[in-house]
């Protein structure tokens, strides 16, 4: 009998994912940001983007999508006429906030529950 040297273990591909790229202005207790969301994987209908602020901050308003916001995990989800992100496509939403006088830019973004890239 011969014995077969095992092959090379099959490996998972890694999920398309999403690259963000995050805007701020920033200004005494307030800010502004613009969130771009490049999508990396195959098509995408119905999004959700996910990430926490590390410091206090509080979302106030929106643009682009529904966001609400418990404790310093905050949630965009898809406005009405913006919900397909096509592979390779980019999508942005943006929002006010306030925030006591430090403002790190937001951590552990994800699309769709799948975590995304600093781009």
Not at 75 to 99: D, K, L, Y
């Amino acid at each position: 009998m011969t014995v077969q040297p095992p092959g090379p273990t099959p490996t998972t591909p890694a999920p398309g994912g999403c690259t963000v790229s995050y805007l701020p202005n920033s200004w005494n207790n307030g800010f502004t940001a613009e969130v771009r969301v490049r999508n990396d994987g195959s098509a995408v209908s119905g999004w959700t983007v996910g990430f926490a602020f590390t410091a206090g901050q509080t979302v106030t308003n929106a643009w682009n999508a529904t966001v609400t916001q418990s404790g310093g995990q905050v949630t965009a989800r898809n406005a009405a006429w913006n919900g397909t992100i096509p592979a390779g496509g980019t999508v942005s939403f943006g929002f006010q906030g306030t925030h006591g006088g430090q403002n790190p830019s937001p951590t552990g973004f994800t699309l769709n529950g799948s975590g995304c890239r600093a781009g």
